[in-house]
């Protein structure tokens, strides 16, 4: 799924900040917020569960950014990153895992492995973020996923994921944000929406990145995904057995009209041009 950035094999383009930059970590940084995550996650748990939470899944793991912070939050928290991409795994094994110390390296395993077909022992909580469900493209596939989710869960787990719409996400535009990597040096973070097909309604995404020489990395990462809908996605985690799904949606400050970063369970949003939300799906 995705796309390395090209090689600078053309000496001229070795100089520019794009050559020299390294695309998981500007993701990290524009894409993530793994604090705040780990933090709706706590706290969400903290409501709906007496007891605490030890074992952490995090599925599509990536760089495995959420599952150290998992680690890193407790001395008791344990967690296992499951990914198909071992080049993504072994960034993460040289570059993130490294950030941890020996006792939380012995709390944390990752797995190259299908998030449909793994097995790594019952979780207290699965998480599926940054909308990566989204490449399954039929509703048989995402029941399948489900399932196993399910199956991976402890009788009391709980399901997490976030999902995006709005009436912009159906659109071909690009949007950028202004963002800065860990040594304060700026660079341009690209959304693109490439493509929409309205009629099986698959989409076509990519992350740009752009720095202030003008170089840029085009296709950093590319993603061909299914925009689904909150009612097919909460009918299809029924379907696959979940007990309670509730969407926890974003209040609004009531000053300047935007996000307050506060989510609550809804059954009404406002119809934004762009939200996210999280859905909670309990065993
Ligand atoms: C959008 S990235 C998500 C990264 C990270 N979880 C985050 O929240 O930012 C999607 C990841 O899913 C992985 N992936 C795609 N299909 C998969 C599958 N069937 N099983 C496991 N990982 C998969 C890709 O290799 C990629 O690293």
């Given at each position: 799924m995705f796309r390395k950035n090209?090689?600078?094999?053309d000496p001229d383009n070795a100089r520019t900040l794009a050559a020299r930059a390294d695309r998981h970590r500007l993701y990290q940084r524009s894409v993530q917020d793994v604090e705040a995550e780990i933090d709706f996650v706590e706290q969400t748990w903290a409501e709906l569960r007496q007891r605490p939470a030890v074992f952490l899944r995090e599925d599509f793991c990536g760089t495995a950014n959420t599952a150290c912070e998992w680690v890193a939050r407790d001395d008791e928290h344990q967690a296992v990153g499951i990914d198909l991409d071992r080049e993504v795994l072994e960034w993460s094994r040289l570059n993130r895992l490294t950030e941890l110390d020996d006792e939380q390296l012995e709390r944390i395993e990752l797995l190259n492995e299908d998030v449909m077909l793994t097995r790594p022992g019952l979780a207290d909580i699965i998480l599926a973020m940054n909308f990566s469900y989204y490449l399954f493209l039929t509703r048989d596939e995402l029941r399948e996923y489900f399932s196993n989710v399910l199956d991976g869960l402890v009788s009391d787990g709980i399901l997490f994921l976030d999902a995006y719409g709005g009436y912009e996400a159906p659109m071909v535009i690009q949007e950028s944000r202004e963002c800065q990597d860990e040594d304060g040096n700026d660079f341009t973070y690209i959304w693109d929406q490439a493509a929409f097909n309205p009629i099986n309604s698959c989409m076509e995404c990519r992350i740009h990145f752009e720095f202030p020489d003008k170089s840029r990395m085009e296709n950093a990462f590319s993603y061909q995904w299914r925009l689904w809908t909150l009612p097919e996605i909460r009918e299809i985690l029924y379907e696959a057995g979940f007990s309670r799904v509730d969407i926890y949606w974003e209040g609004t400050d009531e000053e300047n009209n935007e996000g307050n970063g506060i989510y609550t369970p809804s059954e009404t949003g406002d119809p934004d041009p762009g939200w996210v939300c999280y859905i909670v799906a309990q065993v």
């Open positions: 090209t090689p600078a094999s």
